[in-house]
C-alpha cells in the first residue's frame, strides 16, 4: 500500500475556523488580490487555495451554496468544467506543469474540508515533485509565495 503524507495540511485541520463560508464570503469582499480570486464567471469562479498541496493549487466553486454536485444546475456544472480546462491550459503555460489532480471531496468522509459548498480543486503535478523532504521533514517545499504566483496567473485569467 502506498502511503502519502501530508503533515503540513495540520495547520489548516488545527486552525481556527472562519465563520461563515468561504465560498460566499470572499466573493463578497471585492478585494480579488487579497482573496486570492483569479477569475469571476457568471456562475462560478476561480481561486487560489491558501493551503496548497503545490505550487498553483487552485480551486473552482460556484456562487451557489451547495453541498454536492447534483445540486448544481447544468449552466453551473458546464462553466466549472470549461474553467477547470481553462486554468489547467494556464498552469501548463505559466508553470510548466506536467499533469494535474483535479476533483472534489464531497462529504466528511470523502474529505472534504469544507463540506457545506462543493469546490474543484486542480493541484498541478510535475515529474519527481513528491520528494523526501515531506516524510523526512514535515516540510513541504513551496518554491513560491502566494501572492507572487498570484500576479504570474491573474493576467491569464483577465484574458479568458
Known amino acids: 500500500m502506498d502511503r502519502l503524507w501530508s503533515p503540513w495540511r495540520m495547520d489548516y485541520i488545527r486552525s481556527e475556523k472562519e465563520k461563515g463560508c468561504i465560498f ?25 487555495n491558501i493551503y ?31 474553467l ?16 494535474f489532480n483535479f476533483g472534489a471531496n464531497i462529504g466528511k ?9 462543493i469546490h474543484y480543486h486542480i493541484v498541478p503535478r510535475w515529474q519527481g515533485d513528491t520528494n523526501f523532504m515531506p516524510v523526512v521533514g514535515h516540510t513541504k517545499v513551496q518554491v513560491e509565495g502566494l501572492q507572487e504566483t498570484y500576479d504570474i496567473l491573474k493576467p491569464h485569467f483577465d484574458s479568458l
Open 52 to 82: 496548497p498541496y503545490n505550487n498553483g493549487h487552485l480551486m473552482v466553486a460556484p456562487y451557489a451554496h451547495v453541498d454536492n454536485s447534483n445540486d448544481l444546475d447544468t449552466v453551473e456544472r458546464n462553466e466549472i468544467m470549461s
Open 84 to 99: 477547470a480546462d481553462s486554468a489547467m491550459v494556464i498552469l501548463k503555460g505559466t508553470m510548466n506543469a506536467e499533469g
Open 109 to 117: 468522509s470523502g474529505g472534504a474540508g469544507i463540506e457545506e459548498h
Open 24 to 48: 460566499c464570503d470572499k466573493p463578497e469582499l471585492n478585494d480579488d488580490r487579497e482573496t486570492l480570486i483569479l477569475y469571476r464567471g457568471e456562475h462560478t469562479f476561480v481561486l487560489m
